[in-house]
């Protein structure tokens, strides 16, 4: 089964996750998410995927960027959550691996195993 991975190379928990995947001999197929970022229908599925129901669970609440636009606010949409990180994919967690109709998130990098068939 194909492992589909949003990645950003210069984060050391992505590196540290997509190390794993490689000492098991699996080559996911990588996306470069700050250059390729997910429209809106990709980070519903991500969503589903991951088994969350609000899109703040995948931001990264750190970035100054997630402060500057106001997103903690709880008044803001589903959707307009959803196009913040869409436009700003610095704001989206990593890392992600996809297998099928599951995911999982790379935190701490030891999460991204059990993607992995028998885990």
């Known amino acids: 089964m194909e492992i589909i ?4 190379p ?14 098991r001999g699996i080559e996911p197929k ?3 998410y700050l250059n390729t970022p997910p429209d809106l229908p990709e980070l519903e599925a991500i969503l589903a995927k991951l088994k969350l129901e609000d899109p703040r669970q995948l931001m990264r609440k750190q970035e100054k960027l ?11 949409s589903r959707q307009t959550l959803l ?20 995911a999982v998130l790379g935190r701490p990098p030891e999460n991204i195993l059990k993607i992995l068939p028998n885990s």
């Open 5 to 8: 991975f949003y990645h950003n």
């Open 83 to 102: 196009s913040a990180m869409a436009a700003h994919p610095i704001l989206i967690e990593r890392p992600i691996a996809i297998a099928g109709d599951r």
């Open 10 to 23: 210069r984060c050391s928990k992505s590196r540290a996750a997509l190390s794993l995947l490689r000492e």
């Open 66 to 76: 997630y402060h500057e636009l106001g997103l903690a606010n709880p008044s803001l």
């Open 30 to 32: 990588i996306v470069q």
